[in-house]
């Protein structure tokens, strides 16, 4: 093939790709059928009525159930106890933005000493833990707390935003006389975080949970690399074994 009908081949198939392409427009539109997420009909692959399928509204009976994996109470000070419950959810991009909780501690006589209504996000693929500070029991020791959810849960298909969050660096110091719990946060993400939630949960040799303080990051931005540092008045009776650090991060669409 000389060089004059190779460009007479290019210019004939460059025409014909142009029209193939052109015609094919309409065709796909033709093809194409949006996501219908709210015509309140169950279509489109949906298991449940507008969720499931291409929605971002997700069908709960076709995720692993979460969990409330425990719920304690801590005694603060004098009068005044603070409580965290584990909430497990194993479904990897499921989660939900607001869920409305209540959590109740108890004394050795069953007797309620406290109560406190709130609202977290449950992360996905991960455990989210829940603290509630400063409540306040009189004269009371609260010995057992009970968490639970007050209004039904929205799962939606969201992404883990705290994953991209690493503490390391875990020490503790001054058990016997000003206990102190120090870390490294960093945010190994590229977009920058506000109000970041660091929760920190120290239990002893049998794996009991004793003790609990948060503080919250006003900023962390990318790569920012952060000191925190979680203090008690009171000396530590038990002997630390290990101590759990987590981020909460509402979760993303």
């Not at 194409?32 to 009909?41: G, L, V």
């Not at 959810?149 to 875990?170: G, H, M, Y």
């Not at 020490?171 to 929760?199: C, H, L, M």
Request: hydrophobic content about 45%.
């Amino acid at each position: 093939m000389n060089w004059a009908s190779r460009r007479r081949f290019l210019y004939i198939a460059g025409i014909l790709i142009f029209f193939a392409v052109l015609a094919s427009i309409p065709i796909t539109a033709w093809l194409y059928e949006p996501a219908t997420c709210f015509d309140e009909i169950r279509n489109q692959g949906e298991t449940a009525i507008d969720r499931g399928g291409p929605c971002k509204l997700l069908d709960a009976r076709r995720l692993i159930p979460h969990s409330i994996l425990w719920s304690r109470p801590f005694l603060s000070r004098k009068g005044v106890h603070s409580a965290v419950a584990y909430i497990e959810n194993p479904n990897q991009g499921a989660g939900v933005k607001e869920a409305p909780y209540r959590i109740r501690i108890y004394d050795d006589k069953n007797v309620l000493v406290g109560e406190r209504e709130g609202v977290t996000s449950i992360m996905p693929g991960t455990i989210t833990p829940v603290f509630e500070g400063e409540m306040m029991s009189g004269e009371r020791l609260a010995s057992r707390a009970f968490f639970e959810f007050i209004a039904p849960l929205v799962w939606e298909r969201l992404r883990d935003r705290s994953s991209n969050i690493t503490i390391t660096d875990r020490q503790v110091k001054d058990i016997e006389s000003a206990p102190q719990v120090s870390a490294i946060v960093t945010n190994d993400d590229v977009v920058n975080f506000r109000d970041v939630e660091i929760v920190a949960v120290v239990f002893d040799t049998a794996g009991n949970a004793f003790a609990a303080s948060r503080t919250v990051l006003p900023r962390l931005d990318a790569r920012d690399v952060i000191p925190v540092t979680f203090t008690w008045s009171q000396p530590f009776i038990r002997r630390v074994s290990r101590v759990d650090m987590m981020a909460v991060v509402p979760p993303a669409d």
